[in-house]
């Protein structure tokens, strides 16, 4: 794939319909919907699907019609991840052909009791970005024969980078250029740190991708040139740059915002109606008033 972006600015909001949009959707949909206008940019709308046993047509409905209630408009149609998983699995097959990803049967349960042994003698398990344990990749250690064995066996199985192969692997410094900022005021030319991430999961036996190599490999597509989203993804990023180091794609400006908080000062969650765009419009409020709250 060409590593440029296009030369208009390309935005995207790109929400998953496994619930109702809250204010902080809100925000991130009018930033991007706006940036784009103000640099004659293009603005699209991608659903992010991957998750299908979560993922409904009724909040994709409910999606749109909050969209559009608050006035923005995109590009139709909007991109649809789970009409593209063969354009993930390709990426996927070129990480396993180059011996950079691996397949891994450890379940939640026994990596936390794994964890939980560890930590019992009083010491500390290392923990990613958002305080999820580092997975311990024993089946770093197989044999090819041994690995095909496994797979054979039928054995759910997750496929994850093999971090420490994937840097060595790199073919460009791994940075990005902020222009917001990130949770600690990170802004301007920012050094990633994938590495805090451990063998991150980039596939599983119930979907075809993570939100990592399917979000990297959308944008690229797509010629997404910004990424405007908010601090929960900012160290995401990292992750993000090596893959696009890794799969030759080109590297898009980001730019990461506030997050919307509840009254409990965390950040909101679909489960949480009463934040919702739509409890917000059944209220009599307006576009303007969900403007005035979160800009």
Not at 69 to 83: I, N, V
Request: avoid cysteine; hydrophobic fraction near 40%.
């Amino acid at each position: 794939m060409n590593k440029t972006v296009s030369k208009q600015p390309v935005f995207r909001f790109a929400p998953s319909p496994n619930g109702q949009l809250h204010l902080g959707h809100a925000l991130s949909a009018i930033l991007n919907h706006d940036m784009a206008k103000a640099e004659r940019g293009r603005f699209l709308l991608r659903i992010e699907d991957i998750d299908i046993a979560r993922s409904t047509p009724d909040f994709e409905a409910g999606i749109v019609e909050d969209l559009e209630w608050l006035g923005l408009d995109w590009e139709k149609p909007a991109r649809r991840q789970s009409e593209h998983l063969d354009l993930y699995r390709q990426a996927l097959g070129k990480l396993i052909d180059r011996d950079l990803v691996y397949p891994a049967f450890l379940t939640r349960g026994a990596i936390k009791t794994a964890v939980g042994e560890f930590e019992a003698k009083g010491k500390t398990w290392p923990r990613d970005p958002d305080g999820a344990p580092l997975y311990p990749g024993e089946e770093r250690k197989l044999s090819a024969d041994a690995r095909q064995r496994a797979l054979a066996s039928g054995k759910p199985h997750a496929w994850r980078l093999d971090m420490t192969k994937a840097l060595a692997h790199a073919t460009e410094p791994l940075t990005w250029q902020e222009s917001g900022s990130g949770p600690d005021g990170e802004t301007g030319v920012t050094a990633a740190n994938p590495a805090a991430w451990g063998d991150v999961v980039l596939s599983r036996s119930d979907a075809p991708s993570s939100y990592h190599l399917a979000v990297t490999l959308d944008d690229a597509l797509q010629g997404v040139s910004h990424v405007v989203r908010g601090h929960d993804l900012f160290h995401a990023t990292s992750v993000h740059r090596l893959l696009q180091s890794l799969l030759d794609l080109p590297q898009p400006a980001y730019h990461h915002h506030r997050l919307i908080l509840g009254p409990d000062g965390r950040k909101l969650s679909k489960s949480n109606r009463d934040t919702g765009i739509a409890a917000f419009r059944q209220a009599g409020k307006t576009p303007d008033d969900i403007r005035t709250m979160i800009l």
